[in-house]
């Protein structure tokens, strides 16, 4: 929705967190004020609001994102799920790979859904629940690669978020190779959207650009505006 009115303190509050968000480092409410444009006192409320709802954190004159980011985020994950599932069948039968959402948790890559392709006899099992860190894999890769780009970021992340994919061979499993992009929301990655096979590289040049639509399609349905057409089928 766009036009019509908004609420000024609003709008600040959920910037600050966005601000957060992007420094892992965390800021402090003079660095927030500036860019914000705004006085060190209004910052100063934000900041205890934020921290009374956990939603922000401090330690010393630093400010960080809380964790009570990541409680919401876990409530959306059942919108997540229903939202990604069918995407999740489509993709592991066009790529005959086995299909994958991730979600970050953390500084590691949470396997959250898997979809083996119906028709193969012999593909790559996916244990949903199991970890590794946001650096290794495909999948984890593809989330840093949504978000802004780092000072002293791995390579491979950096042309992950040029490529728009992210590719792995051997990360996690001898034999397995990943392909991966970011489902982007609001200028922030916590989601990817994924496939994996057996092999030593790629197996089809259309499988990355496949990959990609797929997330973008589910950005689109999570945003609330689903695509149309045979995108929008299974």
């Not at 709802?53 to 994102?65: E, M, N």
């Not at 959207?193 to 399609?217: S, W």
């Amino acid at each position: 929705m766009t036009g019509g009115e908004t609420s000024q303190t609003l709008d600040r509050g959920l910037r600050v967190l966005e601000m957060l968000a992007e420094r892992p480092d965390g800021l402090t409410a003079v660095e927030i004020a500036e860019r914000l444009s705004t006085a060190r006192a209004i910052v100063y409320r934000l900041l205890r609001t934020l921290e009374a709802h956990k939603l922000a954190t401090s330690t010393g004159a630093r400010y960080f994102l809380g964790f009570g980011v990541a409680d919401l985020a876990r409530r959306l994950q059942p919108r997540l799920q229903s939202v990604v599932s069918p995407l999740l069948h489509r993709l592991s039968i066009q790529t005959d790979s086995t299909a994958l959402l991730s979600v970050a948790d953390g500084d590691q890559a949470l396997v959250l859904l898997t979809q083996a392709p119906p028709q193969s006899a012999l593909h790559l099992a996916m244990r949903e629940g199991s970890k590794h860190p946001l650096t290794r894999g495909a999948d984890g890769v593809a989330i840093l690669a949504g978000r802004p780009a780092e000072p002293g970021e791995p390579a491979h992340v950096t042309v992950a978020r040029r490529d728009g994919y992210a590719v792995s061979v051997g990360a996690l499993q001898s034999g397995a190779v990943g392909v991966a992009a970011p489902i982007t929301l609001s200028g922030w990655c916590s989601a990817s959207l994924g496939v994996v096979h057996l092999g030593d590289r790629v197996k089809d040049d259309a499988i990355p650009g496949i990959v990609i639509a797929a997330a973008n399609e589910a950005a689109a349905r999570l945003s609330g505006h689903d695509a149309d057409g045979a995108a929008g089928t299974t």
